[in-house]
């Protein structure tokens, strides 16, 4: 537990490409990975439509990095928040990071950290590109998070918004399951289903509007759910 606590976690947020409705929710959820001692916002901070995120600074303790738009097109956070990460990830003192932004001109800096065996949080809306998505060792829509908190559900339950019968997801949880060890009941471990989809792409359960992957899977009817004396949570696959 003492080990966990001292994970340095860095938060960087693109505050051109990023919701300050998010902060609470993305902050919540970083916390998995340990404690989020960096907190930096990027941007232009004489932009009025960043006034959303001054308002915040103090609160929560972000640090304002201010970047001027020196040519009118091209924009200079992406360039200071790829430099600072990578400072940050050479000098060894980071344990993981969170990039909250639906830009996907943080594709290459995902991946990048990574490869070095860091996991990388991103957080970003509805319309984030899948290549961004993917290159996170999560990818989490804040919009779904925002709605969660305030329905206050914070257990099960997908937002209205949400497709728990998206083919794609099914697809994903059926090769997963397909993958995984299994007893001759047909029942696998569901620790590892959620661990074979996630190391196939961003999978993350809240995007969904559940906060437990046990959740996700008791909603899907193609599914059955076994709770074990062990306190393990099995499921097989019906259809």
Known sequence: MAEFEQRNIALLIDSDNASP?????????????????????????RKTSLKGWIDLMHRYGIEPQQQFD????????D???????????????????????????FMPLA?????????????????????????????????????AEKEGNGKSGPSKDSNVLDQDLLDLLFDAYAASKRDENGFAKLAEVGQRAGNRSSFDTRNYGFARLTDLIEAIPNFSV????????FVKRLR
């Open 21 to 45: 409705a998010g902060i609470d929710p993305v902050l919540t959820v970083l916390a998995e990975l340990g404690q989020v001692n960096i907190r930096r916002a990027y941007g232009n901070w």
């Open 70 to 77: 020196m040519t009118k097109g091209k924009n200079a956070t």
């Open 79 to 105: 360039m200071k928040m790829t430099i600072d990460a990578m400072d940050m990830l050479y000098r060894g003192r980071v344990h993981g990071f969170g990039i909250m932004s639906s830009d996907s001109d």
């Open 111 to 147: 991946m990048r950290i990574r490869q070095d065996g860091l996991p990388v949080y991103g957080f970003g809306g509805a319309k984030t590109p899948e290549a961004f998505r993917q290159a996170c060792t999560r990818f989490i829509d804040v919009n779904a998070l925002v709605r």
């Open 226 to 233: 076994e709770r074990r004396a062990n306190g393990q949570s």
